[in-house]
């Protein structure tokens, strides 16, 4: 059901925040998300300024049975943060993070960014596990379960979580933690888009920074298959202070490489941090596996590393992006991931493996909903690129080079990567997490108000 003009009014009356209806000169604006794919004509924008705006929101669509979108960083690459013809609820004002230096804990607002978090944090020499672009929300990062730099040293987002505030499909606002409402705490961690709005994150800090050492190596696509297999035979022998990353590559024109890196028409890039003291001899081994094009070690503040690929994720670009997990880097799947990059098209095609492992491991893996702790890489096929006619071009590359190398990765999925609705989730999570996830949709939101995400259906 749509919104009219009369109903919209009824909302202002109740609602501190901005509302903004199509016939606003800031509608347009207010409409766009980070993917430029996505384009959506909402009813209404609700910018909530509390919380107590979220529960009039909430109540809102439900008393409407309107499809109702949540938007705080809107990065979700499906276009869940927004809608046609609904209502989207933006948190976006609510991005308030402060940092108790003593108990090493920061408490997030549900619209904050992960650089809000990253910076308040760093101000107490403080950080913890977030993702890699700065200008992703807080709350879709976490709630899907949160890989960063840091995560084989202190495990994902979720595994840093110590509370989080949400407002249910009923209205009510309720506390999660592990000593309340402790069924809703496990499926926050990692399923938490389905159950309500989080208006409101407490996490474990730890000490870390502010300076890092990061180092990564160029090295010609035709050497790939031997660098990958010296890689992944090094990658194995690091300890939880180091992380690494191998990124088959289309080279776009936008990234900032040496003259010589230009003639290329693909290449692999290893990248390392350490997440501690070292010499940058620590770090030489990127440039090792053979002759690289290109190299680079050097320490660096921690907030630059968390927002150096900031640019490449620009808001605009269309992006399209498909993951999974494997636990061993087979000879098969590098063969299967090369033979795909040689049929790259995109500007900026690529194939991640993004090593796992350390703390996220050791966390049991019925712990939280979040499935896949025992794999060794997480696996991503990503394709960005500009031109609006070239989307069916580059979505099918995308797909045929997952569904490739889907053969040779485990069961499991990030559910943050799942770019398409309509997902089996049972294949996800699992039959076991699926079956109580199921309990847990149908007894914190039974009428599916919150099913614009990778949906868990209520029992009917």
């Known amino acids: 059901m749509d919104a009219s003009a009369i109903e919209v009014e009824d909302l202002q009356e109740v609602f501190?925040?901005?509302?903004?209806?199509?016939?606003?000169?800031?509608?347009?604006?207010?409409?766009?998300?980070?993917?430029?794919?996505?384009?959506?004509?909402?009813?209404?924008?609700?910018?909530?300024?509390?919380?107590?705006?979220?529960?009039?929101?909430?109540?809102?669509?439900?008393?409407?049975?309107?499809?109702?979108?949540?938007?705080?960083?809107?990065?979700?690459?499906?276009?869940?943060?927004?809608?046609?013809g609904g209502l989207v609820l933006d948190l976006s004002r609510?991005?308030?993070?402060?940092?108790?230096?003593?108990?090493?804990?920061?408490?997030?607002?549900?619209?904050?960014?992960l650089g809000d978090l990253d910076r308040a944090a760093q101000a107490h020499g403080?950080?913890?596990?977030?993702?890699?672009?700065?200008?992703?929300?807080?709350?879709?990062?976490?709630?899907?379960?949160?890989?960063?730099?840091?995560?084989?040293?202190y495990g994902l987002a979720i595994d840093n979580l110590l509370a989080v505030e949400v407002v249910t499909s009923s209205g009510e606002v309720v506390q999660a933690s592990a000593d309340e409402n402790t069924d809703l705490f496990w499926g926050l961690r990692g399923a938490g888009h389905n159950f309500g709005v989080a208006t409101s994150f407490t996490f474990k800090l730890h000490a870390h920074g502010p300076n890092v050492l990061a180092g990564m190596a160029l090295y010609p696509i035709e050497s790939a298959f031997d660098v990958l297999f010296a890689w992944?035979?090094?990658?194995?022998?690091?300890?939880?202070?180091?992380?690494?990353?191998?990124?088959?590559?289309?080279?776009?024109?936008?990234?900032?490489?040496?003259?010589?890196?230009?003639?290329?028409?693909?290449?692999?890039?290893?990248?390392?941090?350490?997440?501690?003291?070292?010499?940058?001899?620590s770090l030489e081994p990127v440039a090792s596996f053979g002759a690289p094009a290109f190299k680079l070690v050097t320490p660096l503040p921690y907030l630059m590393l968390q927002s150096m690929a900031d640019d490449?994720?620009?808001?605009?670009?269309?992006?399209?992006?498909?993951?999974?997990?494997?636990?061993?880097?087979?000879?098969?799947?590098?063969?299967?991931?090369?033979?795909?990059?040689?049929d790259a098209t995109g500007p900026r095609a690529e194939i991640d493996f993004l090593q796992m492992g350390g703390a996220?491991?050791?966390?049991?893996?019925?712990?939280?909903?979040?499935?896949?702790?025992?794999?060794a890489y997480m696996v991503n096929v990503e394709n960005v690129w500009k031109d609006p006619g070239d989307d069916a071009r580059q979505m099918a590359w995308t797909r045929e080079t997952f569904g490739a190398l889907s053969e040779h990765l485990a069961s499991t999925n990030y559910v943050n990567l799942i770019e398409e609705p309509g997902v089996d989730l049972r294949s996800v999570y699992g039959d076991a997490k699926y079956e109580r996830l199921v309990d847990l949709k149908t007894k914190y939101d039974p009428a599916n108000l919150f099913r614009l995400n990778q949906n868990i259906q209520p029992r009917r």
């Open 94 to 113: 609510m991005n308030d993070v402060r940092v108790d230096p003593e108990s090493q804990t920061a408490t997030v607002a549900g619209g904050a960014l």
């Open 360 to 375: 996220i491991a050791r966390v049991p893996e019925d712990a939280t909903a979040f499935s896949g702790r025992n794999g």
């Open 126 to 153: 403080l950080a913890t596990t977030a993702g890699v672009v700065s200008h992703t929300g807080v709350a879709g990062l976490t709630l899907g379960g949160g890989v960063g730099r840091l995560h084989r040293k």
């Open 312 to 342: 490449a994720y620009a808001w605009g670009q269309r992006n399209y992006v498909k993951g999974g997990i494997a636990h061993e880097l087979s000879d098969a799947l590098i063969k299967t991931a090369l033979e795909a990059m040689a």
């Open 16 to 84: 501190e925040g901005e509302i903004i209806t199509p016939g606003d000169g800031v509608y347009d604006q207010a409409r766009r998300v980070w993917n430029g794919m996505i384009d959506k004509r909402p009813a209404a924008i609700a910018r909530a300024v509390s919380v107590g705006d979220v529960v009039a929101g909430v109540e809102f669509a439900r008393q409407r049975d309107m499809l109702l979108a949540i938007r705080c960083g809107a990065h979700s690459g499906p276009g869940f943060s927004t809608c046609d």
């Open 232 to 281: 992944r035979q090094w990658a194995a022998t690091l300890d939880d202070d180091r992380i690494t990353v191998v990124q088959m590559i289309t080279v776009p024109e936008s990234m900032p490489f040496p003259p010589e890196v230009y003639g290329m028409r693909a290449a692999l890039i290893v990248a390392m941090n350490v997440n501690g003291d070292a010499p940058a001899s």
